[in-house]
């Protein structure tokens, strides 16, 4: 029995043109991506949703150009840029400037490059600069860029701009358009091969955000437009086949919610064929959706879908600076849930704004008409006060982000916890070389001034001084090296800014080869983002048997997965004998008098007391 859709035949009329299901589709991608940014510890694989975001636009566009060639002969390509611009750029202009002009009065530290990133946008290559000057798009710590998500966007520009040109080169060069099919699906696979091959787990922004290395979902999109063409589609399939099409949809579909949970973007499978497969699977999912004879389309098709599918590119486009600034002003770790609850609606407020009043109105405006309408208002100005209402706080939000924009470039300033880790990883440099070389200097164990700043006493302090030690970290570890080094004279420390634990296992083999692994490992990751239960796993399956692990749970009340990385932790210690809880989090949590301004890294104080809970814990199963 079919089930109705949600709505009436005189919408469904005027929808005619329109696969409702699509806007399903949309939905569940756009939240995956949400739920993903929000909650990276509940949905890890939430990235997913670009993919899907590729799928619908390579398959519709290529459906649209094809249709066009196949009936009149040519493309209308001037008429094709037209539209993606009157579709795309409103908004993305909006949060642009918008953006810009928070960023002018209320957070200058992100000014630096904020031309570029304005610049690369509105031209559509964001992407490539991130590539070169962007932060990974996995480290959730670092003082994050509002812009970071618009990659996917430098992606979709480029599409639409080169696509079109391609696919008439193709297809004018070509005889048969079963030719130009077999080539777009070659390119697919060329792409993921190259995703596969590019791929470096330390520096994974290449294959992320490249184009050629993201363009198997799009490629994938336009050779199903090939193989399924929507207007030949017969809506009077038999039941087998129909049967057939939903059992290969709900499949699909429930492997692509499955990999949302379950498909880590870290893990180097992802990127060896994972998200290929997965671009695959929404592929069979979006064919699905698409035919007429089948049902899945209209169970994709309700009110709350349409509603959040019609505003998927408003809400992708205005997460990140909700975020990014929400978060700027409250510490959401210790209430994740609830503050996800509030970003979201926040989001949904102003994509809901964003398209009423800016994304529909001026997806349909004659611009050329622009001259009389504004020489209207002029002449009518009180007839026109509602607009005018409008335009005055646009026109105060122009010279605002103007004043930012046009401003001069400042580098971003050092603050001293930066400071302090430059000046740190300068003395771990050369403290590990003469821990390496048996030259370590003596401690002395009777100096009164060390007693006082780690609060130990004579014989603690000389216990420390024979320990050996290998400790691996991130930004935290990093700023503590020369207390952990100065207490523990025998240690070798390998602390980096932004690590994230997935780089971990192969900084542990490195050691190991090197000589430098101990009996003792101290190990401080998660403050730059969740880690998988493999992950985990993989860390502790590098360090190996004959070893006594300390690891460090993370204080990072700025961060939606502090909770989540300390149970993993905790559950870990619990299950493992060789496994210790340094258990930071419960003894730095009622003393913020330890913490630099970021509530995250210490100051001089706090690097004392995290390195004595460090040495107190080992002397403890000592």
């Not at 009157?86 to 002018?104: D, E, F, G, Q, W």
Request: aromatic fraction near 10%; glycine fraction near 6%.
């Amino acid at each position: 029995m079919r089930i109705q859709p949600a709505f009436t035949e005189e919408q469904l009329r005027e929808q005619r043109h329109f696969v409702t299901g699509v806007d399903g589709l949309r939905a569940l991608a756009v939240i995956g991506v949400i739920v993903y940014h929000l909650l990276p510890s509940v949905m890890r694989g939430g990235y997913l949703g670009v993919p899907l975001f590729l799928l619908i636009s390579g398959y519709f566009v290529t459906d649209q150009l094809l249709h066009r060639w196949n009936t009149l002969g040519n493309m209308d390509v001037g008429n094709f840029y037209a539209r993606r611009l009157r579709r795309l750029y409103p908004t993305l202009l909006t949060m642009m400037v918008a953006t810009s002009a928070y960023i002018t009065v209320f957070a200058r530290p992100l000014l630096h490059n904020l031309r570029m990133i304005f610049l690369t946008n509105v031209f559509g290559v964001y992407n490539w600069w991130e590539i070169v000057n962007g932060q990974s798009y996995f480290d959730r710590f670092a003082a994050q860029s509002p812009f970071t998500h618009m990659w996917t966007l430098g992606v979709e520009i480029q599409f639409y701009l080169l696509w079109p040109i391609i696919l008439w080169l193709l297809l004018r060069l070509c005889r048969k358009q079963s030719t130009v099919q077999w080539i777009v699906l070659i390119l697919a696979v060329l792409s993921a091969v190259e995703m596969a091959l590019l791929y470096d787990p330390a520096n994974v922004n290449r294959v992320y955000y490249g184009t050629d290395t993201r363009a198997f979902s799009l490629l994938l999109g336009s050779w199903l437009a090939f193989a399924w063409p929507r207007r030949r589609l017969r809506a009077n399939l038999d039941r087998a086949g129909a049967l057939t099409l939903d059992v290969i949809g709900l499949g699909a579909l429930a492997l692509t919610i499955v990999a949302f949970f379950m498909m880590s973007g870290v893990a180097a499978s992802t990127y060896r064929g994972g998200m290929f497969l997965m671009s695959l699977v929404g592929m069979l999912l979006l064919a699905a959706i698409v035919h007429p004879g089948a049902q899945l389309n209209d169970w994709l098709t309700n009110p709350f879908f349409a509603w959040l599918g019609r505003r998927s590119y408003g809400i992708y486009v205005y997460q990140f600076p909700v975020m990014v600034f929400y978060e700027q002003k409250v510490q959401i770790g210790n209430h994740p849930y609830l503050n996800a609850v509030i970003e979201i609606l926040i989001i949904l407020l102003i994509s809901d704004l964003s398209y009423r009043f800016i994304e529909r109105p001026l997806a349909h405006f004659n611009w050329s008409n622009l001259g009389n309408t504004l020489g209207g208002w002029m002449t009518d100005m009180s007839g026109h006060w509602k607009e005018w209402a409008t335009a005055i706080p646009c026109a105060i939000l122009v010279i605002l982000a103007g004043i930012g924009l046009v401003g001069p470039e400042k580098g971003p300033q050092a603050n001293a916890v930066q400071k302090r880790i430059v000046r740190a990883h300068k003395q771990t440099k050369a403290h590990n070389k003469a821990v390496a070389e048996g030259k370590v200097p003596a401690v002395n164990t009777a100096s009164s001034s060390m007693k006082k700043k780690y609060d130990l006493s004579a014989s603690q302090i000389h216990q420390a001084s024979q320990l050996q030690v290998t400790a691996v970290g991130d930004s935290v570890m990093a700023d503590a090296s020369s207390s952990i080094q100065e207490l523990i004279p025998h240690s070798y420390v390998d602390a980096k800014v932004g690590r994230q634990g997935s780089e971990a296992p192969d900084v542990i083999n490195r050691l190991k080869s090197e000589h430098h692994l101990q009996k003792i490992v101290v190990v401080n990751l998660g403050t730059n983002g969740p880690m998988t239960p493999q992950t985990v796993q993989q860390i502790l399956d590098a360090i190996g048997p004959h070893h006594q692990i300390y690891w460090v749970n993370a204080h990072v009340p700025t961060k939606d997965w502090q909770g989540a990385v300390n149970k993993q932790i905790e559950r870990v210690a619990a299950k493992r004998k060789d496994v210790y809880l340094v258990n930071w989090f419960a003894l730095s949590k009622k003393h913020p008098e330890w913490f630099a301004a970021d509530g995250v890294h210490m100051n001089e104080k706090g690097n004392a007391q995290f390195t004595r809970l460090i040495v107190t814990t080992i002397l403890q199963h000592n």
